[in-house]
C-alpha cells in the first residue's frame, strides 16, 4: 500500500485547511485509515480515524467539533477537514493504514502498518 499526502500549509489562526491522503497498491485489509500528527518535542499523536465502509469517525478530544475525516470510494482518497485552526495544530500529519485483526481502537501508531510521509501544516497566530 502506499500513502500520498498532501494539503498542508501555512494558515492563520481560526483559518482552515484540507488535508488529503491518496492509498493506492493493495486493498486496505482492515478497512480502516487514521490521522496522525507530530511535532519535533513530542510523540506521534492520533487524531482522527474512519472506518473505510461504514464511514464511522473518532477523533482526539483536541480536535473534536473542528477536524472532520471523510472518504471518497471513487477516487480512494481520505481527507481530513480542519477548521478553526489554532497555533498548537502545528505539526507535521501522517496518514496511515491500520492493522487488520485484533481488538484494536486504532489510537495508537502501532495499530497502523503504513505510513505516508507526512504534510506539514503550520498555524501562525
Known amino acids: 500500500v502506499q500513502l500520498q499526502a498532501s494539503g498542508g500549509g501555512l494558515v492563520q489562526a481560526g483559518g482552515s485547511l484540507r488535508l488529503s491522503c491518496a492509498v493506492s497498491?493493495?486493498?486496505?485489509?482492515?478497512?480502516?485509515m487514521g490521522w496522525f500528527r507530530q511535532t519535533p518535542e513530542a510523540a506521534r499523536e492520533f487524531v482522527a480515524v474512519?472506518?473505510?465502509?461504514?464511514?464511522?469517525?473518532d477523533y482526539a478530544d483536541s480536535v473534536k467539533g473542528r477536524f472532520t475525516m471523510s472518504r471518497d470510494n471513487a477516487k480512494n482518497t481520505v481527507d481530513l477537514q480542519m477548521n478553526s485552526l489554532k497555533p498548537e495544530d502545528t505539526a507535521i500529519y501522517y496518514c496511515?493504514?491500520?492493522?487488520?485483526?485484533?481488538?484494536?481502537?486504532?489510537?495508537?501508531?502501532?495499530?497502523?502498518?503504513?505510513w505516508g510521509q507526512g504534510t506539514q501544516v503550520t498555524v501562525s497566530s
Open positions: 496511515a493504514v491500520g492493522r487488520p485483526g485484533g481488538w484494536r481502537t486504532y489510537r495508537s501508531p502501532a495499530d497502523y502498518d503504513y
Open positions: 497498491g493493495r486493498t486496505v485489509s482492515s478497512g480502516v
Open positions: 474512519i472506518r473505510w465502509m461504514s464511514g464511522i469517525t
